[in-house]
Each structure stands twice: as structure tokens, then as C-alpha cells.
């Protein structure tokens, strides 16, 4: 095996991460939907900040990154991600 990171870009800033560094949305198989961190399919990655989550919002990139069109709920999930447990 190896112990290199596993290296993938964030659609919204084009920085390279390790991808346990980032949040993964799917496009499941089949037109299902689309989805946060589970099942197989067409996957974009962003970064854990919310400047990014809000730059995909605003120019859509996680819709060009996917193919599909992406819900509201999708980054208001990602943002409730981010907001610090208290």
C-alpha cells in the first residue's frame, strides 16, 4: 500500500487536498439525487471553509462539477457542516 495522501481539488478554490481534508457530494447512479459522503457516482469535493461552500453556491460549480442541478438543501447541509458543535 501506499502512504501517499489520496490527493483530490476543491471545485471552488483549485487547491489540492487530502480528501479526508474535504467534503464530498455524489451524484448517485441513475439520476437518484444527489447526496453528502455515501454511495457511488459522479463525486465533486470542496473545501471545509465557508467561503467555499459559497462560491460554489454563487457560480454554481458544483453544478458544473456534477452535471445535475444542485438543491439549496445540498449547501445549507454543507454550511451546517461547518458551524462549530457547541
Request: with cysteine; aromatic share 4%.
Amino acid at each position: 500500500m501506499s502512504t501517499q495522501p489520496t490527493l483530490r481539488r476543491c471545485v471552488s478554490c483549485r487547491e489540492l487536498f487530502d480528501r479526508r481534508q474535504l467534503l464530498r457530494i455524489i451524484r448517485l447512479a441513475g439520476g437518484a439525487g444527489v447526496v453528502m459522503d455515501e454511495g457511488m457516482g459522479r463525486s465533486a469535493y470542496v473545501c471545509a471553509s465557508h467561503a467555499c461552500v459559497e462560491d460554489a453556491r454563487k457560480r454554481r460549480k458544483l453544478q458544473r462539477a456534477l452535471r445535475v442541478p444542485v438543491a439549496d438543501s445540498v449547501y445549507d447541509a454543507l454550511a451546517k457542516r461547518l458551524e462549530p458543535e457547541a
